[in-house]
């Protein structure tokens, strides 16, 4: 006589990525039954589960979005994966992905992630798949640095100021680093600082197609899985 093992008896993936994540029950730093463990009638709230309109996060643990300066042509590396990977593994509640600019001279750095294009679906989405794998969720910061934008990582202005850069020379990123000196934007002419680049006005036209660069960047993130 055979009986069907409960999937509890299997490696299980977890639902709903593509690749084979093996599923945690219970979920990665969610506390175990009251009835097997009557130890967590009362667990700090932290761990404890929050509901905001229609997301469930898992616990409280949040990871804020850090910029990582290790993106290509706007697009995620392994890099990404490995550090966000790092934190859903070890139970974070939810992720935030780093400023992603909607528009490539809305990044900070030549090295910031981005999501103005349809290539940049697929390796965010992997990503995002991988923590999801893990029961955490996933946030993201779309944003657009405006006159703070073209710089250098700020680890690559520190070396440039203590080899003798000064000013916007120490700063600000040019065509031959990847930056677009003569591209940044902002709400008027008027430099952030004297190390930055100067920017133009933005125009009427200009606004209307940031707007129309924000839609098209949340319905992507909609296909990426961001919650």
């Not at 509901?51 to 706007?74: H, L, T």
């Not at 994966?81 to 139970?91: D, E, N, P, S, W």
Request: with cysteine; hydrophobic share 35%; proline share 8%.
């Amino acid at each position: 006589m055979t009986v069907s093992a409960p999937h509890l008896w299997k490696n299980t993936p977890a639902p709903g990525v593509e690749e084979f994540y093996p599923l945690n029950e219970p979920a990665i730093a969610t506390p175990y039954p009251t009835e097997t463990h009557s130890q967590n009638k009362s667990v700090p709230k932290l761990f404890k589960p929050l509901r905001i309109r229609d997301v469930e996060f898992k616990n409280r643990i949040w990871v804020a979005p850090m910029c990582q300066y290790s993106a290509v042509d706007g697009h995620m590396t392994d890099w990404h994966l490995v550090h966000l990977g790092g934190f859903a593994t070890r139970g974070a509640g939810t992720i935030m992905l780093e400023a992603t600019a909607v528009a490539p001279e809305g990044r900070i750095s030549p090295e910031c992630p981005g999501i103005w294009s349809d290539t940049h679906i697929a390796p965010m989405k992997r990503i995002v798949d991988f923590i999801h794998g893990q029961g955490t969720t996933v946030g993201i910061q779309l944003a657009h640095a405006g006159r703070k934008a073209s710089t250098f990582a700020p680890y690559v202005v520190e070396r440039r100021k203590n080899a003798g850069y000064t000013g916007s020379d120490s700063q600000v990123a040019g065509v031959e680093d990847g930056g677009w000196p003569e591209n940044i934007i902002g709400p008027s002419d008027i430099p952030f600082s004297d190390e930055l680049g100067k920017p133009k006005a933005l125009t009427e036209e200009g606004i209307q197609g940031l707007l129309k660069a924000y839609v098209d960047a949340v319905e992507r993130c909609k296909k990426i899985g961001c919650s």
